[in-house]
């Protein structure tokens, strides 16, 4: 059986490819010239299963992206109180490059406005550090968390450099409230060069199933970040990651997410996926316009908002057994879309025997849409693989048996 996960992003992708608002970043011609149509939507899980579709293996620059993982390894080297001693956790309601400070202690509100990623930048390896230790710190720990060798685009960075006036006005007023140390022209080359760094629709979704899942990187195994510092780092993701979006941005799709300036947006949902989308051209947020709506797609058809109540994940299946011609395959629990992507990666990875397979689902509390659609799906292609399958399901837990193709699905009364 093939997975039909890859099949829903493409779909989803197809979705939004004709939409053609927003406008290309105009800050440096490397960004304006970027190709505005690329696309691309990965998703990884807290066990390393990766699913994309469309260009997400092109590379860009990571931006703003940065700022999250730049605060969390701050974060992870000094610990929270020194952190809150430089820049707060409160949204903003203000562009990514406004020019202002919190009025009553002169720290940046939050760590995701330029202002404040430029103070977290100056704590890396120490007081102390040259700028190219510091950036390369976190071009080692960028690497860790994608899980491959990361680089810097220096043209790209060399660009923003000559147009980063408002930057280093930012840097001179953090310099003049002491907040930050270091001249305002290494502290703003710092800074964008953690922006410079080239990374992949793919890697940004391995980084966030990282910070989701407690700072274990789900492909190597590497424990890289606390699970109080992912915990931190989401948090104020979810009230600061989109700007002044990010009010409308939790209410829609629930997610903590980050945007950049190269059309990237990150989702980490704790405990469960990272998520990235790439789509150049950005609203008047400056976040991607079609990322802003695959999202939206996603957190509804999936039920993937924090706030919505089917967020208990249990590993979906139970037990696989043989009984001579018949397999059986027990699941449990709430099927929401992580355990029915369990359940899916075990049905495509195990193999099956026999000829028949029966679904027992008594044990199973409930299913949410996705969970019940993507099992179905499974299903469904199962028996066109040749398996004569069936449910069995005392409690009517699953409801509507009807498949995608309108055929439906069988169900046996004992086990
Ligand atoms: N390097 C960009 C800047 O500081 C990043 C901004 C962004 O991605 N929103 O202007």
């Known amino acids: ?48 299963h990766i699913y994309d579709a469309g260009d997400a293996g092109e590379e860009y620059t990571i931006q703003s992206i940065s700022k999250p993982f730049v605060y969390a390894l701050a974060l992870q080297e000094l610990g929270p109180d020194a952190v809150a001693d430089v820049v707060g956790v409160e949204p903003s309601g203000e562009a990514f490059n406004e020019l202002s400070l919190d009025e009553n202690n002169n720290r940046p ?57 408002r930057n280093l006005a930012i840097a001179h007023l953090l310099r003049s409230h002491g907040i930050i140390r270091d001249d305002a022209h290494s502290a703003v080359l710092s800074y964008t060069r953690q922006c410079s760094i080239l990374v992949t629709t793919r890697d940004l979704a391995v980084m966030s199933a990282t910070l989701a899942s407690g700072g274990v990187q789900p492909l190597t195994g590497e ?63 400056g976040n991607s316009y079609r990322g802003v709506r695959i999202f939206g797609k996603l957190s509804r ?37 992580t355990a029915a992507e369990s359940i899916l990666h075990e049905l495509a990875s195990h193999n099956l025997g026999g000829e028949e397979l029966v679904l027992d689902v008594s044990r199973v509390t409930s299913f949410n849409r996705m969970g019940r659609r993507m099992v179905k799906e499974g299903l469904r292609r199962l028996r066109e693989s040749g398996f004569i399958c069936a449910i069995y399901d005392p409690e009517d837990v699953v409801g509507d048996l009807e498949f995608a193709d309108g055929t439906y699905a069988d169900t046996v009364n004992e086990l």
């Open 301 to 337: 058809d999936m039920g993937l908002h924090l706030m919505s109540a089917d967020h208990h994940a249990v590993p979906g299946v139970r037990s696989v057994t043989r009984d001579g011609d018949s397999t059986v395959i027990r699941l449990q629990g709430t099927i929401n879309f």
């Open 109 to 165: 509100v939050n760590p995701m406005i330029n202002a404040g990623a430029i103070v977290v930048n100056q704590l890396i390896n120490g007081a102390g550090s040259d700028v190219d230790e510091r950036v390369e710190k976190i071009r080692d720990l960028f690497s860790r968390l994608a899980g491959r060798e990361l680089v810097i685009d220096e043209q790209l960075c060399r660009s923003e450099l000559a147009g980063a006036d």
């Open 1 to 48: 059986m093939k997975t039909p996960i890859p099949d829903y992003l493409a779909t989803i992708l197809d979705q939004v490819r004709d939409q053609d608002g927003g406008r290309m970043a105009d800050t440096v011609d490397e960004l304006r010239d970027a190709p505005p149509e690329r696309l691309a939507l990965a998703l990884c899980t807290a066990d390393g």
């Open 223 to 285: 424990k890289i970040l606390h699970p109080e510092v992912c915990r931190l780092t989401m948090a104020v993701m979810s009230s600061a990651g989109m700007y002044d979006g990010a009010g409308r941005w939790m209410a829609d799709v629930g997610i903590p997410a980050k945007s950049g300036v190269s059309g990237g947006l990150i989702g980490a949902l704790p405990g469960q996926l990272g998520i990235a989308t790439l789509s150049p051209r950005l609203d008047t947020q």
